[in-house]
């Protein structure tokens, strides 16, 4: 079964200093596609980065970048010159292949504060 | 941003009751979902369409129904809901094709007393 698990349940980061958030993944498929989302505390949840199975580059959105290593199934989020503004819960998602669904099951989610 | 609004916002209701919560799109996307977010699960789908009148169950489907009879518009109904059914429920569309970004609407806290 396809299984996300992220093991830090809370992160505390500096402003300014670049923060690793981890995401392990479980899946059978050849093709399946990795997510980060975050969720302020306002409750929504906003789309960040998306990484395909077959891309051969690491993706980058402005200030985030997704490490992508696919022969140990992480994909790990970057932030960089982290800001207050980041404080948040982030989750790592997959997307299962196949058919109308392409579904995404979620992970438990890591909630990072940014210090100041 | 999918144009993506949900209502009731917040609502409580007594166990037993039906409720429905609606979402609805501008941005004209094939595929919509229904999540529900439990503190220590993440989300988890409950249905989803993938056209008008097309629906299928996720993996938390059981006391859920769902109905999508315009494009715009998707509808999860809790027949008789239940104490275990209070939390925060996600909608969520997707364009398409070799798009698979899901974006996601603001949320509805449902209490079920």
């Known amino acids: 079964a396809q299984k996300i698990t992220q093991t830090q349940p809370g992160m505390f980061v500096q402003e300014k200093e670049a923060v690793t958030l981890d995401c392990t993944y479980d899946?059978?498929?050849?093709?399946?596609?990795l997510f980060w989302y975050k969720q302020p505390s306002s409750g929504e949840m906003i789309f960040l980065i998306y990484q395909g199975s077959y891309d051969e580059q690491n993706a980058t959105e402005g200030r985030y970048s997704l490490n992508f290593q696919k022969a140990r199934k992480s994909a790990n989020l970057v932030i960089s010159a982290s800001q207050l503004g980041d404080s948040a819960m982030y989750f790592c998602a997959m997307r299962e292949y196949g058919g109308a669904t392409n579904k995404l099951i979620f992970g438990t989610g890591t909630l990072l504060a940014v210090q100041p | 941003d999918a144009g993506i609004t949900q209502s009731p916002r917040h609502k409580v209701t007594e166990t037993g009751t039906p409720v429905t919560l609606r979402c609805h799109q501008t941005e004209n996307h094939r595929y919509m979902y229904w999540y529900r977010q439990d503190p220590g699960h993440g989300l988890r789908l409950i249905h989803y369409?993938?056209?008008?009148?097309?629906?299928d169950k996720g993996e938390v489907s059981d006391g859920y129904s769902v109905s999508r009879s315009k494009t715009e518009d998707f509808l999860l109904t809790l027949e008789s809901a239940t104490s275990s059914q209070t939390s925060v429920y996600f909608c969520?569309?997707?364009?398409?094709?070799?798009?698979?970004?899901?974006?996601f609407g603001p949320g509805t806290r449902l209490t079920v007393t």
């Open positions: 369409s993938y056209g008008v009148k097309d629906t």
């Open positions: 899946t059978s498929d050849q093709s399946y596609g």
């Open positions: 969520a569309t997707r364009v398409g094709g070799g798009s698979y970004e899901q974006y």
